[in-house]
């Protein structure tokens, strides 16, 4: 959790602007997708983890070979369904075994949240067919479960960041049935990013970290940005050398 | 004429062209096989097509069209709240907190509207202007929402939860329109924060026991709703050809949940209409 809360949100998009960030990025794409032998061994990855079962409940790490995502509408698609593995799997722990001192109402609505987090993912997976990347592997050790403010901060992290992803997605994606369906998605992810904020902070559901303060625009990631982050979260290296950038 | 010249000049205009022009290399293939004289008549014409602004799922004007009418809805918030904030002897079991959240969201509001002003001109058009007077009470069903908190709170929060499923229904018209899409994705999701936090300004204020943060199918069947026009399809559950409430974890009422669903402009107009916003 360390990492994104430090890099959240603001010191982030700076960063990104920087050479130390550019070379991070190259280096990623290097590691991930140089080569064909690299590329051999990716999709060679891809096809043995097709064996292994989503696991609802986000357990253990099935495989940790590289993932590709694959390239045009296809690579935003995963990209989504990887981000909609990390939200299920989190709140499937959240809901297995509350923090300390959770009330009743934060009890159902987490169990709410936990729900639409799976359904996302299934819808995400049923739409790729057999083009959707296997279970990614999920290492979440960062975060106490125990610990209402590590939950709830890891929380409002992966809402905020997938509303910013999902919005910066939006106009990588060329099909208007796929467009409407990402929008379905990311205002109910902002519905419980601002649920989560009113828990942590009072007042904090559209704050300074998240809404620009020029238009009061919500803040956008790129698939660069929000790939650097879940990498913390996501045990898979992800070759997104083919997701379209503009 | 030369025709990789107009594809140069046109490429600095829209710099998506070449991608565009690729599903009809077979056609220009054959536009140009036929002759010089042939090709060089049809070129422009059949390029016009391949513009942002004229592609084949919207028009400039269907571009304008859709922020005009997503600035017309912003003007009646924005009108809504700050009379209301006026008017209201906004009192709640936590007041101050309220009426603080209330002051956030105006003015996030009339950032967007100030935004969409500014895009119209941009494009040529006049932004349509606020209207001299609404009708808050929504043609009397709201009779006292200009004196009751509970009320002002319940209306608010329709209108904002409304304005999330416009913009929505505004999307698929702005697929590929690159920095328009993404303002509007951008406001969109500020909206749905701002009615997710009225929801749970009435929730926290014991206004409304059952209501959730977000939009449920029991939105368009109980009385804390502004009515069911708002919430009409928000019980839908199939998404993509999955029916989400028979994923095992999943209820119906989640399934409605997980999926906030869009309304067309038509739609919006006869859920608002009572408000005299348009």
Redesign the interface.
Request: no cysteine.
């Given at each position: 959790m360390k990492n994104l809360q430090h890099e959240e949100p603001h010191s982030l998009l700076v960063e990104s602007n920087t050479p130390k960030a550019k070379l991070h990025r190259r280096s990623f794409l290097q590691y991930s997708g140089a080569g064909l032998a690299g590329l051999a061994l990716v999709a060679a990855g891809c096809k043995k983890n097709n064996n292994f079962p989503t696991d609802?409940n986000g357990g253990e790490p099935v495989d940790e070979s590289g993932i590709n995502l694959g390239s045009g509408e296809t690579a935003v698609l995963n990209y989504a369904y990887v981000l909609e593995q990390i939200e299920a799997a989190f709140y499937a722990k959240v809901v297995a075994a509350p923090y300390a001192g959770i009330t009743d109402q934060e009890k159902r609505?987490f169990g709410?949240i936990?729900?639409?987090?799976?359904?996302?993912r299934?819808?995400f997976k049923?739409?790729l067919g057999t083009s959707a990347v296997p279970a990614v592997a999920l290492d979440f050790s960062t975060i106490d479960f125990t610990k209402k403010d590590q939950v709830l901060n890891a929380a409002k992290a992966f809402e905020d960041l997938g509303?910013s992803a999902?919005?910066?997605a939006?106009?990588l994606?060329?099909?208007?049935?796929n467009?409407?369906?990402a929008?379905?998605?990311?205002?109910?992810e902002?519905?419980?990013?601002?649920?989560i904020r009113?828990l942590l902070s009072?007042?904090s559901?559209?704050n300074a970290e998240?809404?620009d303060g020029?238009?009061?625009?919500?803040?956008?990631r790129t698939p660069a940005e929000v790939l650097n982050i879940i990498k913390t979260y996501v045990k898979n290296p992800i070759n997104a050398s083919n997701l379209p950038t503009? | 004429m030369n025709i990789v010249n107009i594809l140069d000049q046109i490429e600095k205009v829209d710099n998506e062209v070449i991608d565009k022009l690729n599903p009809r290399r077979a056609a220009m293939k054959g536009m140009l096989s036929f002759g010089k004289k042939a090709a060089v008549a049809a070129v422009p014409f059949g390029l016009g097509s391949m513009f942002n602004t004229a592609s084949a799922q919207t028009s400039a004007s269907g571009v304008v069209d859709a922020l005009q009418f997503v600035l017309a809805l912003k003007h009646f918030e924005s009108a809504l709240i700050t009379q209301g904030l006026t008017k209201v002897k906004y009192s709640s079991p936590n007041t101050a907190g309220d009426v603080a959240a209330l002051n956030t969201i105006k003015d996030q509001t009339n950032k967007h509207i100030a935004f969409l002003k500014t895009a119209i001109s941009g494009a040529g058009a006049t932004p349509v202007a606020a209207k001299a007077t609404y009708d808050f009470t929504g043609g009397g069903a709201y009779s006292n929402v200009m004196s009751s908190t509970i009320t002002f709170l319940k209306v608010l929060q329709g209108v904002k939860d409304a304005t999330v499923r416009a913009i929505k229904g505004q999307a698929p018209a702005l697929v590929k329109q690159g920095e328009t899409l993404a303002a509007a994705l951008a406001m969109h999701a500020v909206d749905a924060r701002h009615a997710s936090k009225l929801r749970i300004m009435r929730l926290f204020n014991g206004y409304s026991a059952p209501i959730k943060p977000w939009t449920s199918e029991r939105d368009l069947t109980e009385n804390e709703a502004i009515g069911k026009d708002v919430f009409i399809g928000e019980d839908a559950t199939t998404q993509a050809g999955v029916d989400t409430s028979k994923i095992s974890g999943v209820t119906h009422a989640q399934a409605t949940e997980a999926f906030d669903e869009p309304l067309t402009k038509a739609q919006i107009m006869t859920a608002l209409g009572p408000f005299k916003i348009f």
């Open positions: 609802p609505f709410d936990a729900a639409h987090e799976v359904a996302h299934e819808v049923a739409a509303v999902y919005n910066g939006g106009k994606l060329t099909s208007a049935d467009l409407a369906l929008a379905k998605v990311v205002s109910v902002a519905r419980h990013a601002a649920y009113e009072p007042n559901f559209a998240v809404v020029t238009n009061a625009f919500e803040k956008s503009s | -």
